[in-house]
């Protein structure tokens, strides 16, 4: 495995359309992230799972949003009405262990760009 | 007031410059501290981890911590063109913890 995949990388819709994000983290890692990234502006986290288990979400993650982790693998994240303020890097990072934890290295993806237009 | 501020740069430098990145915290409680690289249009990299006040060299890099100031410094030695990118700091309350405060990031341009 060489890396946590994200899908699509890139993503324009028109506002108020729905749009799902694949994440596919490296294969041992317990431990799955969401984080949103705007331009100019550092990754701001969203949620994160412990195997299938959504164990913390952000005030940011609003109810039009959605994030699962079937079976603890692949996760996606969807965002339902778009809205321009939407437009975003969306990150999937995973880990083996806590963010805090020394040697428990976060691996983000490439991240998928949505535009909403 | 952000948790976490970092200048935005850009910073621009000639190649082997001594490069010196910055972050300032409010919150007192953060204790384990990182830096990330971005490159454009990548996710972010981790560089260094540290969790303690003082010095921690890896490479050209060293990362600083100053507890008593809030304070934390990721220094880069012989800078490279390659080294162009953004560097977010990052961190964390406790050791168990999941969740990553990132500063805004600094963007770094080492020219040849």
């Known amino acids: 495995d060489t890396g946590v995949s994200q899908n699509p990388r890139h993503k324009i819709t028109k506002r108020g359309q729905n749009v799902t994000f694949r994440c596919d983290p490296i294969s041992e890692h317990n431990r799955l992230y969401w984080y949103r990234q705007t331009l100019g502006q550092g990754p701001e986290f969203l949620t994160y799972f412990q195997n299938e288990a959504q164990l913390e979400k952000s005030r940011l993650l609003s109810d039009r949003f959605s994030a699962e982790r079937p079976k603890g693998s692949f996760s996606t994240l969807e965002i339902q009405r778009t809205e321009q303020g939407d437009s975003a890097m969306y990150l999937c990072?995973?880990?083996?262990?806590?963010?805090?934890?020394?040697?428990?290295?976060?691996?983000f993806g490439e991240g998928s760009w949505l535009t909403v237009v | 007031q952000k948790e976490v501020e970092q200048d935005p740069g850009p910073l621009s430098v000639p190649e082997g410059a001594i490069v010196s990145l910055n972050c300032t915290y409010s919150?007192?409680?953060?204790?384990?501290f990182m830096w990330y690289r971005q490159y454009s249009r990548k996710g972010p990299e981790l560089l260094m981890y540290t969790y303690s006040s003082g010095n921690k060299e890896d490479g050209r890099f060293t990362a600083q911590v100053d507890k008593s100031s809030k304070y934390i410094s990721l220094f880069i030695r012989d800078s490279q063109p390659s080294d162009s990118a953004t560097y977010l700091c990052?961190?964390?309350?406790?050791?168990?913890?999941?969740?990553?405060?990132f500063g805004t990031g600094t963007r770094l341009q080492v020219f040849p």
């Open positions: 919150n007192s409680a953060f204790q384990y």
């Open positions: 990072a995973s880990s083996l262990g806590p963010a805090g934890a020394s040697g428990n290295t976060i691996y």
């Open positions: 990052a961190m964390t309350l406790s050791y168990n913890t999941d969740k990553l405060i």
